[in-house]
T-cell receptor, first 110, second 113 residues
């Protein structure tokens, strides 16, 4: 099946620092989605990207749909303790099913 | 409006036992999905349904069966549980698959001994 490589697998940063994570694929996707999962909960959608080159922000979060349609990036600016969680990328292909990355575990030190 | 709910929250099974996980949504969504989440592997689609009375296989369907007898419910069954099915199971629903977001339930943690 399709593979999404998400990196880094984990990050331990100081409060106030900026965070960057990315997903790459060997296949083209029509849509890129970024989710956040907190302990004991299901993933919650943060940002959806629908066009190659698109740059979209949601508060301190900014995500980009790569020009090649094979990658996407998520940046979090000025991290705070409540940013802690696992961030997942997901790509949607022409078959309309989602393929998820392995997740980036973010830990923020106050 | 509860969104997507799952029961049970946690279950321990012995190898060979059977069980059914229940997912319910109150958003009148057409599409429902079952995923499993394993460390470092993200979520993988087990089965999905595009409407009442329909089901289809996802990426990892072996060892699982599903039923969608009512639009609001999507059941995931394990006929003979195996340790490899130890995982966290998430149900999700969406109005359609062409771009609409999927709403996830809180998950069911299953341990098979």
């Amino acid at each position: 099946g399709q593979q999404l490589n998400q990196s880094p697998q984990s990050m331990f940063i100081q409060e106030g620092e900026d965070v960057s994570m990315n997903c790459t694929s060997s296949s083209i996707f029509n849509t890129w989605l970024w989710y956040k999962q907190e302990p004991g909960e299901g993933p919650v959608l943060l940002i959806a990207l629908y066009k190659a080159g698109e740059l979209t922000s949601n508060g301190r979060l900014t995500a980009q749909f790569g020009i090649t349609r094979k990658d996407s990036f998520l940046n979090i600016s000025a991290s705070i303790p409540s940013d802690v969680g696992i961030y997942f990328c997901a790509g949607r292909n022409a078959g309309n099913m989602l393929t998820f990355g392995g997740g980036t575990r973010l830990m923020v030190k106050p | 409006n509860a969104g997507v709910t799952q029961t049970p929250k946690f279950r321990v099974l012995k190898t060979g036992q059977s069980m059914t996980l229940l997912c319910a949504q109150d958003m009148n969504h057409e599409y429902m999905y079952w995923y499993r989440q394993d460390p470092g592997m993200g979520l993988r689609l087990i089965h999905y349904s595009v409407g009442e009375g329909t089901t289809a296989k996802g990426e990892v369907p072996d060892g699982y069966n599903v039923s969608r007898l009512k639009k609001q419910n999507f059941l995931l069954g394990l006929e003979s549980a195996a340790p490899s099915q130890t995982s966290v199971y998430f149900c999700a629903s969406s109005q359609w698959t062409g771009g609409e977001t999927q709403y996830f339930g809180p998950g069911t943690r299953l341990l098979v001994l």
